[in-house]
Each structure stands twice: as C-alpha cells, then as structure tokens.
C-alpha cells in the first residue's frame, strides 16, 4: 500500500525567500504524481502534474521535481510571497488510479 | 468546463437524519472519486467509480454510507443515519484517465449536531 509523506508539515518563511517543500513515497511504480494547494475552508486546486516519465514541470514562479527511484518529490517556490500561504499537499497516482496523499505542508510567508 | 460541481456547498442537519451530498463531474472523465476530510485524518478515500461502476468501496466507513453513480455525469454519497463523527469536508474528484490528473469540487462541509 503507498504511503506518502510530507516534511515539514509546517513552514514559516519571510517574504522574499526561496523554498522547497518535500514529497516522499514508499511505492515508486507511479503513474503520476500530483501538486495540490489548499486555501483555508476551500477545495484543492491543481497546481502541477508530472508524469512518471518525466523529470519536473513548471508554472510560473513554482518547480516540481521528481525522482521516481529515491521515492522523491520536491516543490519549489522562488520569491515567495503572502499570497503562496495555504497547505500544498502532494498525491501520487498508482495502480487502480488510486490517488493517495501525504499529510500536506502548511506555508505561512510574512509580509 | 465548469469543474467538478458539488451540492450543497454546506450542510447542517440533526444526528440521525439522512444527508445526500451531490456530485457532477467534468464530462467526459470516466473516473469519479469521493474523499472526506478531517483535522485529524486528512484525506481519505472512501469510493470510486469507473464509467459508472463501483471499483474500490473499502475506504467506506460502515454501512451508514452509500455511493451511486446512476449515470456518467451524476454522483451521490449518502449517509444514513449520520452521526456527530461524520462531520467533515466531503470532496468529489474526477478524472479523464486517473493517468492525466483528477480535478476536485469544493467540497461540502458537512456539520452532524
């Protein structure tokens, strides 16, 4: 059974700063894993998908990562501002097109 | 596409009443997916549905809870009766593949008094 994990479960950064943000499974035979970000009281926006065949993806002002052999995934956020504060909560997509989530990480940037 | 539609967006009912939250997926997508969401246990997955067909109800947690997709655009989950400890956010998700990434609703927060 996949298991994911996220470290740190919380985080709190200056403005400004550059931050990465940790994804780990137990499973490697993903299809996909998958970027989520949780305002509070709100739904789950989709923030960056990345195909077991591929390396990272971008949008913007974030990177995904992933290492499918070290059980890995990584988001990083440059320049990080007020606004990026919510929960980023990260799932992987495997056999069953079961999507399971690690516990998310909650990102408090201060003006 | 207007998303994944969920109804009602909150739900306030007696212990023992029975609640029916709502589901409309994005057309076309074959996978549909009902989540529930607590403080203390994140996100779990309760059911999901393959072109209209139960595949995976183990997450269910007791026979008070019940899933149907009639037809591909339109799902219900449905508890009956509830209880205090169902009170939680409930989520919808569906997917093209489950290999292209799952869209979600915004959920219903369901509160059991």
């Known amino acids: 059974k996949q298991e994911v994990t996220q470290i740190p479960a919380a985080l709190s950064v200056p403005e400004g700063e550059n931050l990465v943000l940790n994804c780990s499974f137990t499973?490697?035979?993903?299809?996909?894993l998958q970027w989520f970000r949780q305002d509070p009281g709100k739904g789950l926006t989709s923030l960056l998908l990345?195909?077991?065949?591929?390396r990272e993806q971008t949008s913007g002002r974030l990177n995904a990562s992933l290492d499918k052999s070290s059980g890995r995934s990584t988001l990083y956020i440059a320049a990080s501002q007020p606004g990026d504060s919510a929960t980023y909560l990260c799932?992987?997509?495997?056999?069953?097109?079961?999507?399971?989530f690690g516990g998310g990480t909650r990102l408090m940037v201060k003006p | 596409d207007a998303g994944v539609i969920q109804s009602p967006r909150h739900e306030v009912t007696e212990m023992g009443q029975e609640v029916t939250l709502r589901c409309k997926p994005i057309?076309?997508?074959?996978?549909l997916f009902w989540y529930r969401q607590t403080m203390m246990r994140g996100l779990e997955l309760l059911i999901y549905?393959?072109?209209?067909?139960?595949?995976?109800d183990s997450g269910m947690p007791e026979d008070r809870f019940s899933a149907k997709m009639p037809n591909a655009s339109f799902s219900t989950l449905k508890i009956q009766p509830s209880e205090p400890r169902d009170s939680a956010v409930y989520f919808c998700?569906?997917?093209?593949?489950?290999?292209?990434?799952?869209?979600f609703g915004s959920g219903t927060r369901l509160t059991v008094v």
């Open positions: 799932a992987s997509t495997n056999a069953g097109n079961m999507l399971t």
């Open positions: 499973d490697s035979a993903i299809y996909n």
């Open positions: 990345i195909q077991s065949s591929q």
């Open positions: 057309s076309g997508h074959d996978y």
């Open positions: 549905f393959n072109n209209n067909v139960p595949i995976d």
């Open positions: 998700a569906s997917s093209l593949s489950g290999k292209d990434g799952y869209t």
